[in-house]
């Protein structure tokens, strides 16, 4: 069984503050970890991934994330969050030898002015 | 890269009507292709997945059903619509290995 918990339903910082959304997953075998941006009415939008390799992985946006293995974590930044940045954001997990990705409930970021 | 095109993009349909909604992937072949289920905005429900035509795997017993007549091409349908069958749908289509999911920008469906 696989599954994700996103702690927080919603985040709020202030622009050019550094925003961090936080992951835990659960895998019974190597994951393949993954998040996600939706805005308003339209479908999920592929930020980043992990496969394997080095920890800190970055992806589109100015956005980054970092696997902690022990911790089982994943937990995505920004180091200056910007009101564009405004959205629901999704961390999934799959078990490399799975189709099927498990989604968090999702986290709420609201950027400030 | 691929794009996963869903129409329509907002549907109101009657209790009881049937559904039909479709979902085609450009720039890629032999996707794995998803449907999913959004409800108020927050955590998507996995309804049926397919690594192959004629494929179908249904992740939720209900009352709706998947078909996926050519490679690049995922149906969902309801003979009877349900109020419960209320949300907002998401087609998705990934590569093989450790490609990710990539989204369609859905179809808001309301049952009056």
């Known amino acids: 069984a696989q599954s994700v918990a996103q702690p927080e339903d919603q985040v709020n910082v202030a622009e050019g503050n550094p925003l961090t959304v936080k992951c835990t997953y659960s895998v019974s075998g190597n994951p393949y970890l993954f998040w996600y941006v939706q805005y308003p009415n339209r479908g999920l939008q592929f930020l980043l991934k992990y496969i394997t390799g080095d920890n800190l992985v970055k992806g589109s946006y100015g956005f980054e994330a970092e696997f902690n293995k022990s911790q089982t974590s994943f937990h995505l930044k920004k180091p200056s969050a910007l009101v564009s940045d405004s959205a629901l954001y999704f961390c999934?997990?799959?078990?490399?030898?799975?189709?099927?990705?498990?989604f968090g409930a999702g986290t709420t970021v609201t950027v400030r002015a | 890269s691929q794009t996963i095109h869903q129409w329509p993009a907002t549907l109101v349909q009657p209790v009881g009507s049937p559904l039909s909604l479709e979902c085609t992937v450009e720039g890629t072949s032999n996707p794995n292709l998803y449907w999913y289920r959004q409800a108020a905005g927050r955590g998507l429900q996995l309804l049926f997945y397919s690594v192959g035509i004629g494929q179908i795997s249904s992740e939720v017993p209900q009352n709706l059903s998947a078909s996926r007549p050519q490679d690049r091409q995922f149906i969902l349908s309801s003979k009877k619509l349900l109020l419960s069958d209320s949300g907002f749908y998401l087609c998705a289509c990934s590569g093989q290995g450790n490609q990710p999911q990539h989204f369609g920008d859905g179809t808001r469906l309301s049952i009056l």
């Open positions: 999934a997990v799959r078990d490399m030898n799975d189709y099927k990705l498990s």
